[in-house]
């Protein structure tokens, strides 16, 4: 467990510079456009129609809505560097919108290079006309698995290790995908896909969204995925932290401390319960970060998540399965 805060600094204290944090907004990069594009469902996507929302014209385009055909991009290593191994990486949002760049195509470019077949899912937001809207992203999020275990022989890894990355309220969703008790959409399409039953390796959570119920639950996340008028026990069935189990996947967990959207109380929570059930578990506090910050500031140790992570990955994807 890495833990690092300085506590209250001195009134005399020059201020340190801002730091470099990767840009989320601005154009949608070349790699993302040219990315392949997966489709989870054929056709129309169970539960409910499509409602094309009014978007808001502040968003940048990086920050996707309106999506009618959630997908998978996929982004694959050099051929001289592949592993064999594969990631589901789930950008946040806040479950208003999808944050591509920041959390989606930098992650994936980083993680190519390290022999990683990447897959980055655009899922359905719950405010488009799902129903029920609180599991549509869940519904998403288990079928990528099951696309993504159909794709490993054409794209040459094991799908027996295929790994998670999730942040913020992707955090929530990867945590909810490994966490989640069967609920009424995994009945699926009903084709050969749904009948796959691929299980995530490991996990990495970056500044979580871990409850939807109490006083650290994000009332933006939980607004947008349970809507005005939540049902109680769907608010406990949603919240990871609360669903622990000795089948739980290991999990690598990041936040800073200095994060004013997502309290860190959300991780040290999944700490908590992970080390309670005895699951394997590595928790990095930092100091400074904020909430957002991708793959990381470059100038500060939160940025050193992806390299701590590569090393959890190679442990825990060498081990036997339990």
Excluded at 10 to 28: D, F, K, M, N, Q
Excluded at 76 to 86: I, K, S, Y
Excluded at 288 to 312: M, N, Q, V
Aim: with cysteine.
């Amino acid at each position: 467990m890495t833990i690092s805060d300085t506590g209250a600094r001195s009134a005399s204290a020059p201020a340190r510079p801002a730091l470099t944090i990767p840009e989320h907004g601005g154009p949608v990069p070349r790699a993302w456009d040219e990315a392949e594009r997966i489709a989870l469902w054929p056709g129309t996507p169970p539960g409910g129609t499509f409602a094309a929302p009014e978007r808001d014209p502040s968003l940048p385009p990086t920050f996707l809505t309106g999506i009618a055909a959630p997908e998978l991009r996929l982004f694959q290593p050099l051929p001289e560097m592949g592993n064999g191994r594969a990631l589901l990486v789930i950008p946040g949002g806040g479950y208003g919108f999808v944050s591509i760049r920041n959390e989606g195509a930098d992650v994936a470019a980083l993680f190519t290079a390290a022999g990683y077949t990447v897959f980055v899912l655009v899922h359905r937001l719950p405010g488009e006309g799902w129903s029920p809207r609180e599991t549509a992203p869940l519904a998403d999020a288990r079928r990528a698995m099951r696309v993504i275990a159909a794709q490993a022989s054409r794209l040459a890894f094991d799908p027996h290790l295929v790994a998670v990355i999730g942040f913020s309220a992707g955090g929530h969703l990867a945590a909810t995908l490994l966490t989640a008790p069967a609920l009424p959409d995994d009945a699926g399409v009903g084709d050969a896909i749904d009948q796959l039953m691929p299980r995530a390796r490991c996990a990495a959570l970056l500044y979580p969204v871990t409850t939807l119920d109490g006083a650290h639950a994000h009332g933006g996340s939980a607004k947008a995925l349970l809507g005005p008028t939540p049902d109680p026990a769907m608010r406990a069935a949603l919240s990871p932290v609360k669903r622990i189990t000795p089948d739980t996947p290991p999990l690598f967990i990041a936040h800073a401390l200095d994060d004013a959207i997502v309290p860190a109380a959300n991780a040290l929570e999944l700490f908590t319960a992970m080390r309670a059930a005895n699951r394997p578990v590595e928790l990095h506090l930092h100091e400074e970060g904020g909430h957002g910050y991708g793959i990381g500031p470059a100038d500060a140790p939160a940025g050193l998540w992806p390299l701590a992570f590569l090393r959890f990955l190679e442990r825990h994807m060498a081990a036997a399965l339990p």
